[in-house]
């Protein structure tokens, strides 16, 4: 079945220490996005790609970045993660066209100590 | 004023009943309406996906958008235990596309 995958699902990491969440896709969409959500709260959109065009939300913090290294895979990488980084990250996929639903992958839990 | 309020609930019903979950928005730009589904520790599922005023089903699930009153809602009839999740309403233009905060659902035996 054409999917959205994350790796790891579950990731921990200490205070200050670089992190890296993985994304991949067989649906062969050109829009990949990446979400935070946080408990009992709505996903919160980071950034997203447009093909290789990349577009960041106003507000993400410049802790994150993103890489898209073809169509297939996606990264997520936290440079400095702090305790409020704490989340559930969830990787999204589209067609192109804001109309298009997005498909979503099972997310990466990630826990700072 | 948030762009999209969903009632978090939680909402408990028992197997068998008819649940209505609701979203409401404020934007009249917004024209695309979903709903998703996210079990726990999982991603949300795309349920139903609408562009238009009125009722759209699929099986036990029917979704209604009122865009005079900007008002959507998702009916779930004959609701069973493996229905109980939280339920996300997405609600956009071509701009942007905004989550609710979910609804989450217990269906008991």
């Known amino acids: 079945d054409a999917m959205v995958i994350q790796n790891p699902r579950y990731q921990v990491t200490q205070f200050g220490k670089p992190v890296t969440l993985s994304c991949s896709q067989t649906l062969n969409h050109n829009v990949m996005y990446w979400y935070q959500q946080k408990s009992s709260q709505a996903p919160k959109l980071l950034f997203h790609y447009y093909d290789k065009d990349f577009n960041n939300e106003a507000d993400t913090p410049d802790n994150f970045q993103s890489r898209r290294p073809n169509t297939s895979f996606c990264f997520l990488d936290i440079r400095s993660p702090g305790l409020g980084d704490a989340a559930m990250y969830l990787c999204a996929t589209s067609r192109s066209g804001s109309d298009q639903p997005q498909h979503f992958g099972d997310g990466t839990r990630l826990s700072i100590l | 004023q948030k762009e999209v309020e969903q009632d978090p609930g939680p909402l408990s019903v028992p197997e068998g009943a008819i649940v209505s979950l609701n979203c409401t928005y404020s934007?009249?730009?917004?024209?695309?309406f979903m709903w998703y589904r996210q079990y726990s520790r999982k991603g949300p599922e795309l349920l139903m996906y609408?562009?238009?005023?009125g009722n759209k089903e699929d099986g036990r699930f029917t979704a209604q958008v009122d865009k005079s009153s900007k008002y959507i809602s998702l009916f779930i009839r004959d609701s069973q235990p493996s229905d109980s999740a939280t339920y996300l309403c997405a609600i956009g233009n071509t701009d942007k596309l905004i989550f609710g905060t979910g609804t989450r659902l217990q269906v008991f035996p």
């Open positions: 609408t562009y238009s005023s």
């Open positions: 934007n009249s730009a917004f024209q695309y």
